[in-house]
């Protein structure tokens, strides 16, 4: 793989402390959630992160494939809802990606969403590892 980008970020504290970038364009404080059986609080937590970072990723691969089909994707809108789990081999993540393509025909939206999958780098890093559904989204 030829870098293209590197981005760096350091955690303190785990789930309730902080997470910074190296470059400070974040600095962010962390709490755990009720439902993980903390306090909850005004803090981010891993799981919204992550659900943030793989929308707007996942959102980015689909704006290509469109463009390479020809397809107008500048109204698209992914949503990322990103659980944490336990199973009997211990912790996990599943996710589910809802594609808002209002000008898009349901079809072809299925269809350049399943192509962005082949392309996103978080699908690709967690293709076989987590749970991903696709889900072409009415719009609101």
Known sequence: MTPLYVATATATNGRDGRV???????????????GLGGPGGEGTNPEELFAAGYAACYGSALKLVGG?????????????????????????????????????????????MAKAHQVCPYSRATRNNVEVKLVVAESA
């Open 68 to 112: 390479q089909a020809k397809v107008k994707t500048s109204d698209i809108r992914i949503t990322a809802i990103v659980t944490l789990g336990k199973s009997e081999e211990g912790f996990g993540l599943a996710v589910e990606l809802h594609g808002h393509l209002p000008s898009v025909p349901r079809a072809q939206a299925e269809e350049l």
């Open 20 to 34: 910074s970038t190296a470059d400070g364009t974040f600095d962010l404080g962390l709490s755990v959630p009720k």
